[in-house]
């Protein structure tokens, strides 16, 4: 990438940055690579604040993001009682759990895998994300996650929903009816048509200067229909201005590949997706963007699995995020 021409000490600097090479390439592409420096080295941290600590001893549900032995980044959803997650020190997350029947997150479970994680609460708002490598326990049933990149997301694009326990916790290793899938059918296609939510996985490093490899996990909102298909095995995405970090699309400037997990919140089903994914930064096709994005994202949908009621809860509707409220619905 071109450095910035006008301060010595970011070229000088660059190596230590928080952000790696395609995060800076994106900065610099919108203009704001200097305004967000400082920002990153204040904000992303090696270790979790106190707070994030308790904020994950909270929580019934991490959003998880992992490669599997092929490549392909996968994001899914790990559950428990409210404290199968504590933090015995502030570089480690402690978690209970370990992926459901069928998930293809088993894929991906190995001592030392690259693993991101994000804990959001959605009805306050509320999320942290959490980078690093697993320290998996013998018997795979739990693991500790030793912390590379730890920081707090702001609260846009929320959708407010608050999470019930749907049946025991304990159960959630007994089958479900899982289906695999390469291309949308008509249950995917009205599943991904009603959308509003869904969390990707996209995987960090490779630069020459970038000391960093690992894997990170973001969320996606927007109005019921914001997950526009385009043909059997193509999908889009705005994207709308956030922190400018640009975790997620420096990741994918330098690896496509990318995990999407999709929630449906009136049944519980789950879609996880894998495939690889760019942006597309002037966006002339015949649809304008939506209201208030920046870009596109185009997903290409390498192989899909539906589980059943792949996560444990109910969701109780509570509200659109501010930005999409004039398209509030009811639950």
């Given at each position: 990438?071109?450095?910035?021409?006008?301060?010595?000490?970011?070229?000088?600097d660059?190596?230590?940055?928080?952000?790696?090479?395609?995060?800076?390439a994106v900065?610099?592409?919108?203009?704001?690579?200097?305004?967000?420096?400082?920002y990153g080295?204040?904000?992303?941290?090696?270790?979790?604040?106190?707070?994030?600590?308790?904020?994950?001893?909270?929580?019934?549900?991490?959003?998880?993001?992992?490669?599997?032995?092929?490549?392909?980044?996968w994001?899914?959803?790990?559950?428990?009682?409210p404290?199968?997650?504590?933090?015995?020190?502030?570089?480690?997350?402690?978690?209970?759990?370990?992926?459901g029947?069928?998930?293809?997150?088993?894929?991906?479970?190995?001592?030392?895998?690259?693993?991101?994680?994000?804990?959001?609460?959605?009805?306050?708002?509320?999320?942290?994300?959490?980078?690093?490598?697993?320290?998996l326990d013998?018997?795979?049933?739990?693991?500790?996650?030793?912390?590379?990149?730890?920081?707090?997301?702001?609260?846009?694009?929320i959708?407010?929903r608050?999470?019930?326990?749907?049946?025991?916790?304990?159960?959630?290793?007994q089958?479900?009816?899982?289906?695999h899938?390469?291309a949308?059918?008509?249950?995917?296609?009205?599943?991904l048509?009603?959308?509003?939510?869904?969390?990707?996985?996209?995987?960090?490093?490779?630069?020459?200067?970038?000391?960093r490899?690992?894997?990170?996990?973001s969320h996606?909102?927007?109005?019921?229909?914001?997950v526009?298909?385009?043909?059997a095995?193509?999908?889009?995405?705005?994207?709308?201005?956030?922190?400018f970090f640009?975790?997620?699309?420096?990741?994918l400037?330098?690896n496509?590949?990318?995990?999407?997990?999709v929630?449906?919140?009136e049944?519980?089903?789950?879609?996880?997706l894998?495939?690889?994914?760019?942006?597309?930064?002037?966006?002339?096709?015949?649809?304008?963007l939506p209201?208030?994005?920046?870009?596109?994202?185009?997903f290409?949908?390498?192989?899909?699995?539906?589980?059943e009621?792949?996560?444990?809860?109910?969701?109780?509707?509570?509200?659109m995020a501010?930005?999409?409220?004039?398209a509030?619905?009811?639950?």
């Amino acid at each position: 990438m071109s450095k910035n021409q006008g301060d010595d000490s970011f070229r000088r600097d660059d190596i230590d940055s928080p952000f790696h090479s395609g995060e800076r390439a994106v900065q610099e592409r919108v203009g704001v690579r200097e305004k967000v420096e400082p920002y990153g080295r204040k904000g992303i941290r090696d270790h979790m604040p106190e707070q994030h600590r308790e904020f994950f001893g909270k929580l019934p549900f991490l959003v998880v993001g992992a490669a599997d032995i092929e490549h392909r980044l996968w994001a899914g959803i790990l559950a428990g009682d409210p404290g199968f997650m504590q933090s015995p020190r502030p570089a480690e997350l402690r978690v209970l759990a370990a992926p459901g029947w069928g998930d293809p997150l088993n894929n991906t479970w190995h001592d030392g895998s690259p693993i991101g994680c994000l804990g959001i609460e959605l009805h306050t708002r509320r999320r942290n994300r959490l980078n690093g490598v697993m320290a998996l326990d013998d018997d795979g049933s739990a693991f500790t996650l030793v912390v590379d990149q730890s920081f707090g997301n702001c609260p846009q694009y929320i959708q407010a929903r608050e999470p019930r326990i749907l049946r025991s916790l304990s159960a959630q290793e007994q089958p479900r009816k899982v289906r695999h899938f390469a291309a949308w059918d008509d249950q995917v296609a009205q599943i991904l048509g009603r959308a509003d939510t869904f969390f990707i996985a996209s995987q960090y490093g490779g630069g020459t200067d970038d000391r960093r490899q690992g894997v990170d996990v973001s969320h996606r909102g927007g109005r019921p229909g914001f997950v526009a298909l385009a043909d059997a095995k193509t999908l889009a995405w705005p994207d709308y201005r956030g922190n400018f970090f640009f975790n997620t699309l420096g990741n994918l400037a330098l690896n496509p590949r990318c995990g999407l997990l999709v929630i449906d919140f009136e049944t519980s089903d789950t879609l996880q997706l894998t495939g690889a994914a760019h942006v597309v930064w002037d966006w002339d096709r015949d649809d304008p963007l939506p209201a208030g994005a920046q870009r596109m994202v185009q997903f290409e949908l390498e192989a899909g699995v539906h589980i059943e009621r792949g996560a444990p809860f109910t969701w109780d509707f509570q509200g659109m995020a501010p930005q999409f409220a004039s398209a509030e619905r009811a639950t």
